[in-house]
């Protein structure tokens, strides 16, 4: 009994790394993808992060400079910090999110970082992204419309941001080039870790079955062994 549930759960527990390994597969390969192709320069609808997800894109406008979210609790190498989520408007009236990089945190939480962009219009690349979210999502109440800006906040999606700044955002971000002007940290990859490192633990936990399988037999046939 305890060897057969031993084996259940190391397979269950290998072919969940395989399954995240081929996610990662897709991700990885959907990220590469998007360098290739002709970059789109209009705004695509609500609900395009799916199907256009890592797409680049080539638009004009102006950033908002006065009204930036400070993604809260973003860490980079132990570090915490946030990602500067910068609306661009554009001549059409349209907006999004546009992700200009990580900047670490002050030990100070009442200091936060200079995030400031002049007025001036502007030409920008990225590549369209799902808006982050957290693993838990917990409900957190609206800040005082009367709030300071930049605006700490905690993984607002679409709806959340467009109340704080009073006008619509698309549901998804923007990931500014890493050599684009008027950023910070950007390194962008579709995954922390890649589908190697899931094959790696499947392989770990195959092992740790087949290691239940063996003992097993081992002490099987020690206990019928006949005694000299």
Known sequence: M???AALAVAGTAARWQLDRAAEKEVLFAAFAAGDTGDALT???PDGAAGALRYRRVSLSGRYDGGHQILLDNIPAD???GYHVLTPLRLVDGSAVLVNR???PADGDRSRLPDVALGAADVTISGRIDRLPQPSVRLAAPPGPASAPWPR???FPDAAAASAELGYRVRDYQLLLDPSAPDGFRRDWSPAEFGPEHHLGYAVQWAGLGLTAVVLWVVLSLRRRAPSS
């Open 101 to 103: 990089g990580w900047v």
């Open 152 to 154: 700490r906040l905690f």
């Open 42 to 44: 209009e705004l695509p």
């Open 2 to 4: 305890l060897v057969a």
């Open 78 to 80: 132990g570090r915490p």
